[in-house]
């Protein structure tokens, strides 16, 4: 197959495995964003996040993941709900509300490297989602798939940022896409403005260890402090309050991912319901969600912070 043609077979097969865009860079080393993640964790704004200072080389260079590597194609998927949560109860993000994306979208790579290998050939290739040192954010840039905005997320310009990024790295010459140039974030603030706790500060840079997700999901075992009492605004995992006041969300649709349908707990659970769930019924409902990474005990910390909150 032709350069040409196995560029068009994959973006084809993107589509047609579920994936709402695809983009595809060079491989390389990506120096710039070295720089900025090593002065993020110097100033600790990983918080407990630890891992995160783990595979430094990995992150910024993708033929240390694959040796050979030479295209990356970065995939986005999109997660936007066309059901909302019911008014006046714990808050959860919309990324959260059907199954687990990791394993969603870990079986279409698997099906998409299988595909590329039966229509091009031997092709060596990694699928990632979220679960290696890959700072897929940068490639979906360099891909054009959108630029990172003030509150770092990727923004799409026709369909916003609610969008999960899948990373394919593989060992054959594509027909590579212009990077993405232009930021569209102009002099739009509201990201900053709205961030319950401030942790979105100038320049594109986030603080992790204020973020709200952080608090709810990455903590473990430890109380949430005191310092954040009242900050919360009812959200009990992640939040998503910079994406939804986000201009560009205005242009979000919503997904077509069956597996992405929303739990009927997550839409309608009252803080009644949550308090009375026993950990087996949480294992049992949660068991392909991704709110089961909280666990339990993380779920019952973070409902009793924010009852202590509203009380």
């Not at 605004?233 to 597996?259: I, L, Y």
């Not at 803080?271 to 950990?279: A, F, G, I, K, V």
């Amino acid at each position: 197959m032709s350069i040409i043609n196995s560029t068009q077979f994959i973006k084809n097969t993107a589509n047609r495995l579920g994936f709402d865009y695809c983009g595809i860079a060079k491989a390389g080393l990506l120096s710039d964003d070295a720089r900025r993640l090593e002065l993020w964790l110097a100033k600790g704004m990983h918080g407990m996040m630890n891992y995160m200072e783990n595979h430094f080389d990995l992150r910024i260079d993708p033929t240390k993941l694959l040796p050979g590597a030479k295209s990356v194609v970065t995939l986005l998927k999109n997660y936007y709900p066309s059901a909302a949560q019911d008014a006046d109860i714990p808050k959860i993000s919309k990324y959260a509300y059907g199954k687990d994306y990791h394993e969603v979208i870990r079986k279409q790579l698997k099906a998409f490297l299988y595909e590329i290998n039966q229509q091009i050939g031997a092709v060596e290739g990694r699928g990632f989602v979220d679960s290696a040192p890959v700072l897929e954010r940068s490639w979906a840039v360099k891909s054009g798939l959108g630029w990172i905005g003030k509150n770092g997320n990727l923004i799409n310009k026709k369909q916003g940022s609610f969008f999960f990024i899948a990373t394919l790295i593989v060992d054959i010459e594509l027909d590579y896409d212009d990077d993405f140039a232009k930021d569209y974030c102009g002099t739009c603030t509201k990201c900053i403005d709205a961030c319950p706790t401030e942790a979105i500060l100038p320049n594109k840079v986030v603080d992790g260890s204020k973020c709200i997700s952080y608090f709810t999901i990455e903590l473990k075992e430890q109380l949430i402090p005191d310092s954040m009492k009242g900050k919360f605004d009812d959200w009990m995992f992640g939040c998503d309050t910079c994406q939804d006041v986000c201009p560009w969300n205005r242009f979000s649709k919503p997904h077509h991912e069956e597996a992405f349908t929303p739990l009927n707990e997550v839409l309608h659970y009252k803080p009644s319901d949550w308090e009375m769930l026993t950990e087996e019924s949480f294992k049992s409902i949660f068991i392909n969600s991704p709110i089961k990474r909280t666990k339990y005990a993380g779920v019952k910390r973070n409902l009793r912070f924010l009852s202590s909150t509203n009380h």
